[in-house]
Antibody
Framework: EVQLVESGGGLVQPGRSLRLSCTASGFSFGDYALSWVRQASGKGLEWVGFIKSKRYGGTTEYAAPVKGRFTISRDDSKSIAYLQMNSLKTEDTAVYYC???????????????????WGKGTTVTVSS | DIQMTQSPSTLSASVGDRVTITCRASQSISYWLAWYQQKPGKAPKLLIYKASSLESGVSSRFSGSGSGTEFALTISGLQPDDFATYYCQQYDSYSRTFGQGTKVEIK
């Protein structure tokens, strides 16, 4: 069974750091890109960032609100992706989901990814 | 960033109804659009990708259409399990964005 499990959430003070993990099973983790998406309580979904597979460069992209503060990495030998969150703000409080990215198309200068499998999420609360 | 606008925000319908949710992009995204269903306390579930391609295992009651800037998700013959919140999401840009969501409620 294809599965993603997030861990590492919790209560953290503003300005501090936290690292989330996303452990994958049931598929060849190294062949896929991986996204992080968050959802504040009662709000909509917000894409946070993603990391491509090493086959396609292993590069990362981030949403503007987290760029420079959050870093996504991956350890294909362990089938784990990480979301390192630094300089946390109260507005980062949310449920954080990891999601497998399926490479759904390619054109000359870009490839296209959409999220096909999601984890259940882990809750991050930033509060003093 | 590309802005995605869904309408309506809330939709009241009855079992058996045919319902349509629309999604508009602030610029052309070709057909790089996905639709997700989310139930309270649960992770989103992929329904449609590439604007009109049905994800494997998803009921054929769900269908997607559109290209460019105008898209729609149609549910034919609404079932009790379909009452949920639906999100569109563009992936034309690496900086992906979601619509604000449409809650489908029981009338």
């Amino acid at each position: 069974e294809v599965q993603l499990v997030e861990s590492g959430g919790g209560l953290v003070q503003p300005g501090r750091s936290l690292r989330l993990s996303c452990t994958a099973s049931g598929f060849s983790f190294g062949d896929y890109a991986l996204s992080w998406v968050r959802q504040a309580s009662g709000k909509g979904l917000e894409w946070v960032g993603f990391i491509k597979s090493k086959r396609y460069g292993g590069t990362t992209e981030y949403a503007a609100p987290v760029k420079g503060r959050f870093t996504i990495s991956r350890d294909d030998s362990k089938s784990i992706a990480y979301l390192q969150m630094n300089s946390l703000k109260t507005e980062d409080t949310a449920v954080y989901y990891c999601a497998r990215d399926r490479r759904g198309g390619v054109r000359i200068t870009q490839d296209y990814y959409y999220m096909d499998v999601w984890g259940k999420g882990t809750t991050v609360t930033v509060s003093s | 960033d590309i802005q995605m606008t869904q309408s309506p925000s809330t939709l009241s319908a009855s079992v058996g109804d045919r319902v349509t949710i629309t999604c508009r992009a602030s610029q052309s995204i070709s057909y790089w659009l996905a639709w997700y269903q989310q139930k309270p306390g649960k992770a989103p579930k992929l329904l449609i990708y590439k604007a009109s391609s049905l994800e494997s295992g998803v009921s054929s009651r769900f269908s997607g259409s559109g290209s460019g800037t105008e898209f729609a998700l149609t549910i034919s013959g609404l079932q009790p399990d379909d009452f949920a919140t639906y999100y569109c999401q563009q992936y034309d840009s690496y900086s992906r964005t979601f619509g604000q969501g449409t809650k489908v409620e029981i009338k």
